[in-house]
């Protein structure tokens, strides 16, 4: 399966922008895979950062996971106050304790402007682009996460497999 649509600038990225190397997950916050997969990722991205680039997309399995979406949508909300990532890593690195008061906390933590938050939680764009995140998915064939692409194409392998790859094709 190839990843639909390409990366583009809606989507939140880390590491170099013009990298030859791109991955992409679809994640979900509350998803326990994608809690192990997070430090993995993370010491991918501080060991060949300068040399690849990062995308995170929203999956959330709200009918497995209750704080998955509202997570995405907190998450989503600090991107407008310019702290997707901050939120992206507090979440995941909390995510024993994910419920929607703990999401509130963590925007406090955060330092995010409250009253901007809590506008921007209601907007229809955050939502919107939670749903154009989890359609890509469905059109690049998501059926789980967290799911990985590289270089447009399906990974089929775990965050381990692709920390092995990326010692191998980045030299």
Not at 94 to 114: G, M
Request: hydrophobic share 40%; glycine share 6%; proline share 5%.
């Amino acid at each position: 399966m190839s990843l639909k649509p390409a990366v583009s600038k809606t989507d939140h990225t880390q590491g170099k922008k013009d990298a030859d190397i791109v991955i992409v997950e679809y994640g979900d916050y509350q998803c326990p895979y994608c809690g192990t997969a997070y430090p993995v990722l993370k010491k991918m991205m501080k060991k060949y950062g300068k040399r690849i680039q990062f995308v995170f997309r929203n999956f959330p399995l709200s009918e497995m996971h209750q704080y998955a979406r509202p997570a995405a949508i907190v998450a989503e909300a600090a991107a407008l106050q310019g702290k997707f990532w901050e939120m992206h890593d507090a979440i995941y690195e909390n995510q024993e304790y994910l419920s929607e008061a703990f999401l509130l906390e963590l925007a406090e933590k955060l330092e995010l402007e409250p009253q901007q938050f809590n506008t921007d939680i209601k907007k229809p764009e955050v939502a919107a682009k939670i749903d154009s995140d989890f359609e890509s998915g469905i059109m690049s064939g998501v059926n789980g996460t967290p799911s990985l692409f590289v270089n447009g194409r399906k990974f089929n392998g775990g965050p381990e497999d692709l920390l092995q790859l990326m010692s191998e094709i980045v030299k």
